[in-house]
Structure formats: C-alpha cells, structure tokens
C-alpha cells in the first residue's frame, strides 16, 4: 500500500465488509479480460459469502478463474471546504467456491437474509424451500486482506 499512514489492521478492514451495503466482486472472463460486478455480501470468519443464479457470466468467469478480488466501502464523509474526502475501505483476495451442500447453502442465504432483510425473517423457510434448487451460493476464502482509512481534520 501506497499511503503507509492510511493503512489500517486487518481487525478494521473485517468491522468495513461487516457494515458495507454491497461490495464488488473483480474477476477475469474466460479471454482473461477483467469483469466487475457489485453484489450483496456477508461474512463469516474468512469467508465472504454472495447468492447469484445458477448460469451467467460471472458464474463461467469464476469457475475458468476461481481466483478473485473484492472491495468494500464503509463511512464516508465528504470535505464541505476541501477537495477530499474522508472514507474507510477495504480490499480481499480469495478464492471463489460454488458451495454444494444445501446445509451450508441454507446456512449462507439465512446469514445474507439477516444482514440485509431481517425484518421479513419470518419468510425465510418458505422461500428457501421454493428457491433452493434454482440458486448459487458463492463462497470466497480470503486470503488476503487490508484495510486503509482517510480520517478528515477539522474544516
């Protein structure tokens, strides 16, 4: 990392994925061309965890190259009389697994479910049963991680 006094511990860079509302997914296509996609995610310990239909292409793009890149974006806070902005961040490497099993699948979607809707928690059950078969769960072992935060000074 380029700015050393921006840089923060990996503890941080786990506190911005936990409250980011989405994070974006970095890929190659199947020509080695980068692809980007921005997605609903949650994390379990060293795991980030994102539903997504069966087909598609980011689908081929991580099963010809499981290997990926996220970033996430926590607070940010723009300057009133500067040209800055205060932000937090934080970026992962890792590798990309379809997730097989329905445990672990449930499990996953019940997470992302309590993280972004909780208030309709009370569905859950219904709607797994009838969308299960016709959904992926994506699983991305991190294996590298940092954090970086710009803190604004008084204006």
Known sequence: MRRK????????AREVIDKCEF???????????????TLSIVRKGDHIYFHSA?????????????????????????AERAFTTGYE??????IAEEVISDEEKIEALRLLCERHTPSNMAAFDQAV????????????TITEIS?????????
């Open 89 to 94: 961040s934080a970026c992962i490497r890792g």
């Open 54 to 78: 069966t087909e598609g292409f980011k689908t081929d793009c991580m099963r010809a190259a499981p290997y990926v890149c996220m970033t996430f974006v926590g607070d940010t806070r723009r």
């Open 147 to 155: 954090g970086k935060r710009k803190v604004l000074r008084s204006e």
């Open 129 to 140: 049963k009838a969308s299960l078969k016709r959904t992926a769960v994506w699983r991305v």
């Open 23 to 37: 994070a974006t997914l970095a890929t190659v296509d199947t020509e080695g061309k980068p692809y980007a996609v």
């Open 5 to 12: 006094d921006r840089e923060m511990p990996a503890e941080f």
